[in-house]
């Protein structure tokens, strides 16, 4: 009778989540927000291709992020859209 080890299981390692690179736009829903982040001048103007809404933010550090930008500019639409109304 012959015994034989037990196997090992192999580790299935998942890739981590990221960030997207690419944003929607909330008043036309294209993928064509273009971020541009001026570190020296601390502000970040937020742009999309198909509909032409521009935003500039003023709340630029060092440690800002992309998606920190294009989170402000949501914030401040939807705020704006309300108070219109």
């Known amino acids: 009778m012959r015994m034989g080890r037990r196997r090992r299981q192999k580790?299935?390692?998942r890739?981590?989540?990221r960030i997207p690179d690419v944003y929607p736009c909330p008043a036309c829903g294209n993928t064509a927000?273009?971020?541009e982040l001026y570190r020296d001048?601390?502000?970040a103007t937020v742009k999309c291709g198909s509909c032409g809404i521009e935003m500039t933010?003023?709340?630029v550090n060092p440690l800002t992020e992309p998606v920190d930008i294009y989170g402000?500019?949501?914030d401040r639409f939807y705020e704006e859209r309300t108070?219109?109304?």
Do not use: A, G, H, L
Request: hydrophobic fraction near 35%; aromatic fraction near 4%; charged fraction near 35%.
């Open 11 to 13: 580790v299935r390692r």
């Open 33 to 35: 927000i273009k971020i």
């Open 57 to 59: 933010i003023d709340e």
């Open 41 to 43: 001048n601390s502000i």
């Open 72 to 74: 402000t500019f949501i």
């Open 83 to 85: 108070t219109e109304n």
């Open 15 to 17: 890739p981590q989540k």
